[in-house]
């Protein structure tokens, strides 16, 4: 399919009915009035219930949206000084002004004697409100504010990180394409580099998570926790499972995933005959072949994404095809960006916002196609009348991103038009799911041990990420003289400063993903389908009831992860 041909009905925003248009969203007099009458307005019937809820999900649509553009704008140029500044004011100003008022509305729709008359799908709402009473404390709203402001410092301090790279001042994101060079003292040259600039802030990043762990600490103790781990799993509404479930997925991501990735490494040490597997070797073709250059720059990124997923169905290119046409997307990698890439639902507009750095690899496309999932996931949801069944988990979000990510491989002759290319880049793609598993596990397990030991040093932090580290990777690898660069890796996973704990649903995911793909391999119709009616869902239904509408089954056993590997190791054969 050409972008060209694809058909683009740019999406009408939600029309407001209670709030007015133009009102200023960064002033608390302003916002202040209509969250007193959501509090104080009568609800005599159930018909009263289903309008205060149509308001109350149009209040917290346009909230979250104005504060999700600051948020955009903030992370596209950390060095606008206003941006950051406007982003502060509202999670120092506004944020913890609103959090009284939704614990005052979420009691007064728990306690509502019409409640009872709402439909099912508002039930798995109301468990979510139940946990939201359970945890608010008035004494946390400070130190969320101070917490949203320190988790941004990473994206400061990352976003200012630099290399020089033949001659020219490079970000981390586009200097990590030379480690794909099959010139190996080049390799080693700017791995060197990339190391030694991350290590320059090793303090600082440290600094900044002793402040982190200290402060979500006390927001858990404060609330009742006995941690913060505990805390956030009723944050997260984990309804499906427990702590001791992520415990048991690490042993068996441990027993079933790490001994493939042992196979994979020494294979790709013979092959290319080394006495050792370097850090700087794991991300090379072992054939030495150069690096895919599978598009230049983000237009051309968004075109071929286009023209890849209208071979999978019509409306997974027009939701991409919207997004480019509204501007909705910035793909390029530049000095000043924040790092990384997301998917920003904007529930007034319906229409999401898609953010990454792209610097023309094949690692690129599989972001794009990642957030893209997550982009078609938003846009099937769009239109469900209350907004708590479009704030989706993770678990179901990034369902949909990587199965995506897999699904989409089917059709990459679109970024590689040569048949070895295209070989290459789906074998890349299939090693990269079996290398992700145990470093999801790893960083989760992490996770558990920092906010269950909240008042370790840095030495014991260091320690501990070592021994987690060794358990979830190969003994291949050779890291003699790179020992500091290992002992600061865990500092470049952006979702231990940023988003804690929101991390093992990309494990549950992935596994789900290979299980949709497996679908998709042996009925692509009904898999797409299946797929399509399971987001469309959104959060109405709970993880096990939309992973069996997509066909799947939600579990992390250690015979179904066992099951699920060996077809992809069987497909990676096949390639």
């Given amino acids: 399919m050409n972008q060209d041909s694809t058909v683009v ?52 649509a346009v909230i979250s949206e104005h504060a999700g553009w600051l948020y955009i ?24 002004k609103i959090e009284p008022f939704a614990d005052k509305l979420n009691k007064k729709l728990f306690n509502c004697p019409f409640v009872t008359e709402l439909s099912s ?15 608010f404390r008035e004494a946390n709203i400070p130190l969320e504010a101070e917490l949203a402001v320190k988790q941004q410092k990473f994206a400061e301090i990352s976003g200012a990180m630099t290399v020089e790279v033949e001659g020219k001042t490079i970000t981390l994101q586009q200097a990590y394409n030379y480690l794909k060079s099959p010139d190996r003292n080049v390799r080693k040259e700017v791995y060197s580099k990339v190391s030694s600039r991350r290590l320059q802030d090793r303090d600082k990043l440290d600094e900044l998570f002793n402040d982190l762990v200290a402060l979500r600490d006390k927001v858990g103790k404060n609330a009742g926790f006995p941690n913060y ?38 294979s790709r040490k013979a092959n290319m005959k080394l006495d050792k597997l370097k850090p700087w070797d794991t991300e090379v073709d072992e054939l030495g072949r150069p690096d895919m250059k599978p598009f230049k720059g983000g237009e051309e990124l968004i075109n071929k994404t286009i023209a890849c997923f209208g071979e999978i169905h019509p409306y997974f290119a027009e939701v ?41 690899s094949l690692k690129d496309i599989t972001t794009m196609v990642h957030e893209g999932g997550h ?29 995506m990510e897999l699904i989409s491989m089917e059709h990459w002759q679109h ?5 070895e290319e295209l070989r290459r880049a789906k074998r890349e793609q299939l090693e990269g799911v079996l290398e992700t598993l145990p470093w999801i596990a790893c960083i989760d397990a992490y996770q558990h041990w920092l ?12 320690k501990a990420w070592l021994e987690i580290y060794k358990k979830f990777s190969s003994t291949i690898v050779d890291w003699s003289e790179n020992e500091a660069a290992l002992e600061a890796m865990w500092q470049k996973q952006l979702h231990l400063f940023e988003v804690p704990f929101y991390y093992i649903e990309y494990g549950m995911a992935q596994l789900g993903a290979i299980a949709v793909w497996r679908n998709y391999k042996n009925d692509p119709q009904k898999a797409v389908k299946q797929y399509m009616d399971a987001l469309s869902l959104g959060y109405s239904k709970s993880i096990p009831e939309v992973y069996e509408a997509a066909g799947i089954r939600f579990d992390f056993s250690e015979n179904y992860i066992r099951e699920l590997i060996d077809f992809t190791r069987a497909e990676l054969n096949k390639v």
Avoid at 14 to 25: A, D, S, T
Avoid at 73 to 96: A, G, L, Q, W
Avoid at 121 to 135: A, D, G, M
Avoid at 232 to 244: G, H, I, K, S
Wanted: hydrophobic share 35%.
């Fill in 9 to 60: 009905s740019v999406p009408e925003k939600m029309k407001r009915n209670f709030i007015p248009n133009n009102v200023n969203l960064d002033e608390w007099s302003v916002l202040e009035p209509f969250y007193t009458e959501l509090c104080n307005r009568q609800i005599e019937s159930a018909k009263d219930l289903k309008q205060w809820l149509t308001d109350l999900s149009e209040l917290e």
């Fill in 73 to 96: 704008r903030m992370t596209c140029d950390t060095s606008d000084k206003k941006r950051t500044e406007t982003y502060t004011h509202f999670v120092e100003e506004i944020n913890p």
């Fill in 121 to 135: 799908p508002y039930k798995l709402y109301l468990r979510q409100v139940e946990n939201s009473i359970t945890i």
């Fill in 229 to 266: 781990r505990d805390f956030m799993f009723v944050q997260l509404d984990r309804f499906d499972y427990t702590a001791d479930d992520c415990l048991r997925f690490h042993e068996s991501v441990s027993k079933a995933v790490v001994p493939v990735l042992n196979e994979l490494m020494a």
């Fill in 320 to 360: 991409a095809a919207t997004l480019k046409t509204m501007n909705y997307i910035d793909l390029d990698s530049r000095i000043g960006k924040a790092p990384g890439g997301y998917n920003y639902p904007l529930y007034e507009s319906g229409v999401p916002f898609i953010f990454m750095n792209a610097s023309g």
């Fill in 375 to 403: 982009a078609i996931h938003s846009m099937l949801t769009r239109d469900l009348e209350f907004i708590g069944f479009k704030e989706i988990p993770s678990e179901i979000a990034e369902l949909a991103s990587m199965s």
């Fill in 415 to 419: 970024f590689f038009s040569e048949e």
């Fill in 451 to 462: 906010y269950t030991h909240p008042q370790h040093s840095i030495s014991e932090r260091t």
